[in-house]
């Protein structure tokens, strides 16, 4: 077996032990009789798997590493599993921290989900392009996503916090919106049953086009294209004609990818709904029932403070220096640059609201949601359809 089959045998066993650790960890806190102890029990054996999970998550990591010859992070399928590495090993930390066995419950779902969303991209190890071959490759991107990974756990508690303080039995503002950012989490689940789907049945089709040089290009579709690229041929046989064209400046073949996502993943919310005959929230609420606000309120805090100065160093300054290296300016407006400088512009608010204006509980709640909306924003609507110096990831 080779060091790039093992990688992703690793990767594999990693993901299955997160999604046993998940069942062991919901178990833990739905039991009635013994709660504590029960959590207590349940949750060793749940962190032992989580553990477990992450050291053999690492061995995919560097294992890919030897066999690329590079730091695994220049795709979207390397730095999205990384992403989902660092939110397992923040998880790890603030549980060892804190001792609450519901962390695991809403956590290790959302490294699942980040992962599982990761290996929709292709996995195949490539030769890093000229941009690329730099250390501060490994120096950026992984302090960037380790930054991410910190704060997302701010969210998670977020969800935690709202699904307990929310009235899900009457109509309001609060549920609403909580019930959306639900709904935004089954889509990305829409765009992994998709792309198994498809994948599958071994769908391709092939267009040639005018890029935004005016010279032909080559894209190829793994999904049905409902938008097309921008003065398209197409070139398969017994393959889906574009329903739309689209300009130069928008990536036609993510943007296809996202409305399929949006099609699958409404569809499955919709299922969900009519089977259970409940909203998203008021069917998770119960996992939430038995927290402590105060502190789901200070963890969520504790987070962002260690967050935000790593993802500064990752994502503004390291990439600042780089930029200025490889393109020889510091700042160019381009748009990931602008969703980092966006993202940190918000959690910097964040810190202001929580310690001068005394934003704390149900605001400061909102606040870490609304942040991993924006960083989630940045890694899939800004790397899938809107063009730039990024692209290339």
């Given at each position: 077996?080779?060091?790039?089959?093992?990688?992703?045998?690793?990767?594999?066993?990693?993901?299955?032990?997160?999604?046993?650790?998940?069942?062991?960890?919901?178990?833990?806190?739905?039991?009635?009789?013994?709660?504590?102890?029960?959590?207590?029990?349940?949750?060793k054996?749940?962190?032992?798997?989580?553990?477990?999970?992450?050291?053999?998550?690492l061995?995919?990591?560097?294992?890919?590493?030897?066999?690329?010859?590079?730091?695994?992070?220049?795709?979207?399928?390397?730095?999205?599993t990384?992403?989902?590495?660092?939110?397992?090993?923040?998880?790890?930390?603030?549980?060892?921290?804190y001792?609450?066995?519901?962390?695991?419950?809403?956590?290790?779902?959302?490294?699942?989900?980040?992962?599982?969303?990761?290996?929709?991209?292709?996995?195949?190890?490539?030769p890093?392009?000229?941009?690329?071959?730099?250390?501060?490759?490994?120096?950026?991107?992984?302090?960037?996503?380790?930054g991410?990974?910190?704060l997302?756990?701010?969210?998670?508690?977020?969800?935690?916090?709202?699904?307990?303080?929310v009235?899900h039995?009457?109509?309001?503002?609060?549920?609403?919106?909580?019930?959306?950012?639900?709904?935004?989490?089954?889509?990305?689940i829409?765009?992994?049953?998709?792309?198994?789907?498809?994948?599958?049945?071994?769908?391709?089709?092939?267009f040639?086009?005018?890029?935004?040089?005016?010279?032909?290009?080559?894209?190829?579709?793994?999904?049905?294209?409902?938008?097309?690229?921008?003065?398209?041929?197409?070139?398969?046989?017994?393959?889906m004609?574009?329903?739309?064209?689209?300009?130069?400046?928008?990536?036609?073949?993510?943007?296809?990818?996202?409305?399929?996502?949006?099609?699958?993943?409404?569809?499955?919310?919709?299922?969900?709904?009519?089977?259970?005959?409940?909203?998203?929230?008021?069917?998770?609420q119960?996992?939430?029932?038995?927290?402590?606000?105060?502190?789901?309120?200070?963890?969520g805090?504790?987070?962002?403070?260690?967050?935000?100065?790593v993802?500064?160093?990752?994502?503004?300054i390291?990439?600042?220096?780089?930029?200025?290296?490889?393109w020889?300016?510091?700042?160019?407006?381009?748009?990931k640059?602008?969703?980092?400088?966006?993202?940190?512009?918000?959690?910097?608010?964040?810190?202001?609201?929580?310690?001068?204006?005394?934003?704390?509980?149900?605001?400061?709640?909102?606040?870490?949601v609304?942040?991993?909306?924006i960083?989630?924003?940045?890694?899939?609507?800004?790397?899938?359809?809107i063009?730039?110096?990024?692209?290339?990831?």
């Amino acid at each position: 077996m080779d060091l790039a089959q093992l990688s992703s045998n690793l990767l594999y066993a990693a993901f299955i032990i997160y999604l046993i650790a998940t069942l062991l960890f919901g178990g833990s806190i739905r039991s009635k009789k013994d709660q504590e102890t029960n959590q207590e029990k349940w949750g060793k054996i749940a962190m032992t798997l989580t553990i477990i999970g992450f050291i053999l998550q690492l061995g995919y990591f560097f294992t890919r590493w030897v066999a690329a010859g590079h730091a695994p992070v220049s795709n979207l399928f390397e730095f999205t599993t990384f992403f989902g590495m660092m939110l397992v090993g923040a998880f790890i930390i603030i549980f060892f921290m804190y001792r609450t066995t519901v962390l695991g419950v809403f956590a290790l779902p959302i490294a699942l989900l980040v992962i599982a969303y990761a290996s929709m991209f292709p996995t195949e190890i490539s030769p890093l392009i000229p941009a690329l071959q730099s250390d501060w490759l490994k120096i950026h991107v992984t302090t960037a996503a380790a930054g991410e990974a910190i704060l997302a756990i701010s969210f998670v508690v977020g969800i935690i916090y709202l699904l307990k303080y929310v009235d899900h039995s009457k109509k309001s503002k609060q549920s609403f919106w909580l019930e959306s950012v639900l709904y935004g989490i089954v889509l990305v689940i829409g765009f992994i049953a998709v792309s198994i789907g498809f994948s599958v049945n071994g769908y391709q089709a092939s267009f040639q086009y005018v890029d935004k040089t005016g010279e032909a290009a080559i894209a190829e579709y793994t999904l049905p294209a409902l938008v097309g690229p921008h003065e398209w041929v197409l070139e398969t046989e017994d393959t889906m004609e574009p329903l739309v064209e689209m300009p130069a400046i928008i990536n036609a073949k993510k943007l296809n990818t996202v409305i399929w996502s949006i099609l699958i993943g409404t569809g499955i919310y919709l299922l969900i709904r009519l089977i259970t005959r409940k909203r998203l929230g008021r069917l998770l609420q119960p996992l939430a029932k038995n927290v402590n606000l105060e502190l789901m309120d200070e963890i969520g805090y504790r987070s962002v403070l260690i967050g935000f100065p790593v993802f500064t160093l990752g994502a503004l300054i390291f990439a600042m220096i780089w930029a200025q290296i490889a393109w020889t300016r510091f700042w160019g407006w381009d748009p990931k640059e602008v969703w980092a400088l966006i993202t940190w512009l918000f959690y910097a608010a964040f810190l202001h609201l929580r310690i001068s204006k005394g934003w704390h509980g149900e605001k400061s709640a909102w606040l870490a949601v609304i942040g991993f909306i924006i960083i989630m924003f940045n890694l899939i609507v800004v790397n899938l359809v809107i063009a730039g110096l990024h692209s290339y990831a």
